[in-house]
Structures are given as structure tokens and as C-alpha cells.
């Protein structure tokens, strides 16, 4: 399995952009699907978006399709989520997540091999 370490959450105004980044350790990032969810209080965790073992399939959740870009860079061990227009309902925990499965099965929570400590991202009005 892989270790996983989120970075680049914060607090933000309505509109404006961040970039989380997920760095894994390990030798076998390359195989791995990679993935982004997030828990807002008192509610469940959720997908968000996945990215295929090598970048060329992705899966977003519809409330974040057309303004967060899922990416990675297997030559660095990290995935990325960049995040424009954000909203006060994007406020959340993030966790990355890495799964030796497709990114589609991984959208559906399932087959995930390893969690990150998550990151909070804050969106004021």
C-alpha cells in the first residue's frame, strides 16, 4: 500500500480557486488509481473525482464537474485537485485516496487501498 499526504487546503472566499496536492510514498504510485473525496459535517464522505493509473480516464461528481480538474504526475508520486469557483458547499475535509483498481470502481468508493489524514478546505460567502 501507499502512504498518502494532503497538502494546500485553507480558507477562501466564494469564486476563488485552490490546489489540494496528494504526495505518495512508494515505488508503485504509477499502478495505483488516485482519487479525491470529502466529508462535510454531519454528512457522509463523498466522491469527488478520479483518475486512472495513468491520467487518461477521470471521473468527476457532478456538483464539481466543469470546475475542479483532476491530475497527477506519476514521475513525482502526486495527484492534484485543482479547484476554481469554489462555493460555500465545497467547505469540507478532503482525503486523497489510491486504490489498485480502475478509477471508474474507485468513484464508487470501493476497492481503496489507502486514505490520506485530509485537509480542510473552508469557502466563505
Known amino acids: 500500500q501507499v502512504q498518502l499526504v494532503e497538502s494546500g487546503g485553507g480558507l477562501v472566499q466564494a469564486g476563488d480557486s485552490l490546489r489540494l496536492s496528494c504526495a505518495a510514498s512508494?515505488?508503485?504510485?504509477?499502478?495505483?488509481?488516485m482519487g479525491w473525496f470529502r466529508q462535510a459535517p454531519g454528512k457522509e464522505r463523498e466522491f469527488v473525482a478520479t483518475i486512472s493509473w495513468n491520467g487518461g480516464i477521470t471521473y468527476y461528481a457532478d456538483s464539481v464537474k466543469g470546475r475542479f480538474t483532476i491530475s497527477r504526475d506519476n514521475a513525482k508520486n502526486t495527484v492534484y485537485l485543482q479547484m476554481n469557483s469554489l462555493k460555500p458547499e465545497d467547505t469540507a475535509v478532503y482525503y486523497c485516496?489510491?486504490?489498485?483498481?480502475?478509477?471508474?470502481?474507485?468513484?464508487?468508493?470501493?476497492?481503496?487501498?489507502?486514505w490520506g489524514q485530509g485537509t480542510q478546505v473552508t469557502v466563505s460567502s
Open positions: 512508494g515505488r508503485t504510485f504509477s499502478s495505483y488509481a
Open positions: 485516496a489510491a486504490g489498485l483498481t480502475s478509477a471508474q470502481t474507485m468513484a464508487r468508493a470501493r476497492s481503496v487501498g489507502s
